[in-house]
């Protein structure tokens, strides 16, 4: 069975400029999640969505972060205009669970300097 | 103020013996608890899951207890391996909206 698929891995930019990532969950996992991680901290929920629909985004930054997950299934998350302080791994999990009572599954990451 | 605290400071442990990392909180009521494991680059991969009625759950060397009452996890890993070297992280769902809150995690290190 094929895992959370991300992309891209690494990613540096000047401040101001903006960035997606991609996320492709494990197939049949109606939710699938955003999270930040900044470097010796534990993850941090940007956006959860249940299906296509946002289940959870207080975290979420939205003067600059903005999500979307299209027929729900893969999902991108886009920042614009990047800031110093954006500079994390931003991971991408999915469950199969429709309540959030199971396990996550995780991808590899997208690691964002911005300089 | 809620929070959930692992410890900071890397754990050295020696190969064979058994690790035993924390995992407290505070002001939070609990659904379950997960455990889940980090290794440098990559992302956390689920290890177990105990539920607020449950004290103890096993997976082969693996062993998480959980006290509601002390508001603390403990996650054990027998004859521990250079390979279980790596980051823990503990995180809690809140009954409410079964919204999982992270712990900054704990590094294990397993020396040969």
């Known amino acids: 069975e094929a895992g959370v698929a991300q992309s891209p891995r690494y990613k540096i930019i000047e401040k101001r400029q903006s960035v997606a990532f991609w996320c492709n969950p494990i197939?049949?996992?109606?939710?699938l999640y955003w999270y930040q991680q900044i470097l010796g901290q534990g993850p941090k929920l940007l956006i959860q969505f249940q299906n296509n629909g946002v289940v959870d985004d207080s975290q979420l930054p939205k003067d600059r972060f903005s999500a979307e997950r299209l027929k729900g299934v893969d999902s991108t998350l886009k920042i614009q205009p990047a800031k110093l302080e954006d500079s994390a791994v931003y991971l991408c999990?999915?469950?199969?669970?429709?309540?959030?009572?199971?396990?996550?599954?995780f991808g590899e990451g997208s690691r964002l300097t911005v300089l | 103020s809620q929070k959930i605290e692992q410890n900071s400071e890397a754990l050295n442990i020696q190969e064979g013996k058994t690790a035993t990392l924390t995992c407290n909180y505070t002001n939070y009521s609990p659904a379950y608890l997960q455990w889940y494991r980090q290794d440098p680059g990559r992302g956390p991969v689920f290890l177990l899951l105990i539920r607020e009625n449950e004290k103890e759950k096993r997976k082969e060397r693996l062993k998480v207890t959980f006290d509601t009452t002390l508001k603390q996890s403990l996650f054990h890993i027998t004859a521990s391996q250079p390979a279980d070297s790596a980051t823990y992280l503990c995180a809690l769902a809140l009954d409410s909206n079964y919204q999982l809150i992270w712990g900054a995690g704990t590094k294990l290190i397993i020396k040969p």
């Open positions: 197939s049949g996992h109606a939710t």
């Open positions: 999990a999915s469950s199969f669970r429709t309540a959030n009572t199971g396990e996550l599954f």
